[in-house]
T-cell receptor, first 110, second 115 residues
Framework: QQQVKQSPQSLIVQKGGISIINCAYE??????FPWYQQFPGKGPALLIA?????SEKKEGRFTISFNKSAKQFSLHIMDSQPGDSATYFCAASGGNQFYFGTGTSLTVIP | EAQVTQNPRYLITVTGKKLTVTCSQNMNHEYMSWYRQDPGLGLRQIYYSMNVEVTDKGDVPEGYKVSRKEKRNFPLILESPSPNQTSLYFC??????????????FGPGTRLTVT
């Protein structure tokens, strides 16, 4: 079964808006939660990551919010730009093995 | 330039014909891994390796083999490919400690079609 559940499958946001992608997990042994960005024809690239000992991490316009009790984490993209249009994957790891969400296709309309 | 390279980038083959997809990294990373990406399923881990001669199964290892004879190389072997292995494959590498692997660097992908 899917170890990490991601939603929505696709997202359309106006330029300047906030994009929010959500993920949920069940395995409490997971201790590393990265987000990857993938452009067409390219491999995924690490965007930002969080450990469960903090509830939020911000890097530029990208923020991860982490809710350990709910076993959920989300990516917020502030002031979304057309260049942010890509597929985003959340993931979780408890050591050597990684589990990815099914991906969210983000389109930012100018 | 730090990178993960994969070859070939595109491959069309027939059922049952053995093939190898190569992966090489120049970052002296201990951890390497193979994933397949399928529409609606995201990325699924096939095999991973924590160091030379140390490999383990990921989530979807059936039909695949790997070897890690050198730190920089981690080839993926399909001994008898079947159409359900048609997919986009990614190799990744990362530093590794006893706590696990973290920031993974992905290769450009290999699109495999098995007819």
């Amino acid at each position: 079964q899917q170890q990490v559940k991601q939603s929505p499958q696709s997202l359309i946001v106006q330029k300047g808006g906030i994009s929010i992608i959500n993920c949920a997990y069940e395995n409490t042994a997971f201790d590393y939660f990265p987000w990857y960005q993938q452009f067409p024809g390219k491999g995924p690239a690490l965007l930002i990551a969080i450990r469960p000992d903090v509830s939020e991490k911000k890097e530029g316009r990208f923020t991860i919010s982490f809710n350990k009790s709910a076993k959920q984490f989300s990516l917020h993209i502030m002031d979304s730009q057309p260049g942010d249009s890509a597929t985003y994957f959340c993931a979780a790891s408890g050591g050597n093995q990684f589990y990815f969400g099914t991906g969210t296709s983000l389109t930012v309309i100018p | 330039e730090a990178q993960v390279t994969q070859n070939p980038r595109y491959l069309i083959t027939v059922t049952g014909k053995k093939l190898t997809v190569t992966c090489s990294q120049n970052m002296n990373h201990e951890y390497m891994s193979w994933y397949r990406q399928d529409p609606g399923l995201g990325l699924r881990q096939i095999y991973y390796s924590m160091n030379v001669e140390v490999t383990d199964k990921g989530d979807v290892p059936e039909g695949y083999k790997v070897s890690r004879k050198e730190k920089r190389n981690f080839p993926l072997i399909l001994e008898s490919p079947s159409p359900n292995q048609t997919s986009l494959y990614f190799c990744a590498s990362s530093l590794w400690t006893s706590g696990g692997a973290y920031e993974q660097y992905f290769g450009p992908g290999t699109r495999l079609t098995v007819t």
